[in-house]
C-alpha cells in the first residue's frame, strides 16, 4: 500500500529527514537511498508518496520513496532564460581577469589564482553531487561557499549548471550570489590606486 505526506523535516547534507503522512499521525524516517528517483534531491514541503518498512530496531522508515509531480516549483522554468547567461557570465569574467593580468592591471598570482579556485570549485561540486546522488557524506554547503568568496565562484557557477547542483536551492543561491558580490566588489577596489597600492605592498612583503 501506498502512502501520500510532506517532507516537513530535512537534513540535505546527512541525507535524511522525516515525512508528515497525510491527515496527520506520526512521522515516518526518510533516508535519501528511498528515493526511487536519484537525479534530484528532495526539499522541505515536497509531497512524496512511499511505502513502509520497518528497521532492525523497529522504526518505521519510508521506502519506494517517489516525488509527486504537481509539488515540484514552476520558478525553474521560468528562470530558464539565464541558463545560458550565467556560465557566459563566469567564462567572460575569468577572460577579463586574465586580460587585466597580461596588461598589467592585475598581478598574474591573482589570475592564478581564480583560474585555480574554480578548477577546484567546480571539483568539488561534482564531488558533491556524485555523494548527494549515491547517499554517502556530503560536503558542507559553507565550504561550497567559501570556495566561492576566495575567487572560485566562476567555476562554482559553471558547475551548478552544467551539473545542475546547487542550482534551485533559494537560501544557498541567496549567500552564494552575496560572496559573489562581496569577491567583485573587492577586486574592484583591488583596482583603484589605493586598493593597488595596498595589493603591491602584500606581494612584496610576501616576498
Known sequence: MRYQGKITRW????????ITPNGGGELVFLHIKAFTRRDRRPSLGEIVTYTLATDATGRVRA?????????????SDRSSRWKGVSPMLAVLFLLSVTASAVFGKLPPALAGLYAVASLLAFVMYAWDKSAAVSGRWRTQESTLLLIGLVGGWP??????????HKSRKRSFQVIFW??????????????????AAVMR???????
Open 11 to 18: 537534513k540535505d547534507v546527512q541525507g535524511f529527514g522525516f
Open 63 to 75: 521506502e519506494n520513496v517517489a516525488f509527486v509531480v504537481a509539488s515540484v516549483p514552476a520558478a
Open 155 to 164: 567555476g562554482a557557477l559553471l558547475a551548478q549548471k552544467v551539473l545542475r
Open 178 to 195: 552575496a560572496t559573489v558580490l562581496i569577491n567583485i566588489g573587492i577586486l574592484g577596489w583591488l583596482l583603484t590606486a589605493k586598493g
Open 201 to 207: 605592498t602584500l606581494l612584496v612583503g610576501g616576498a
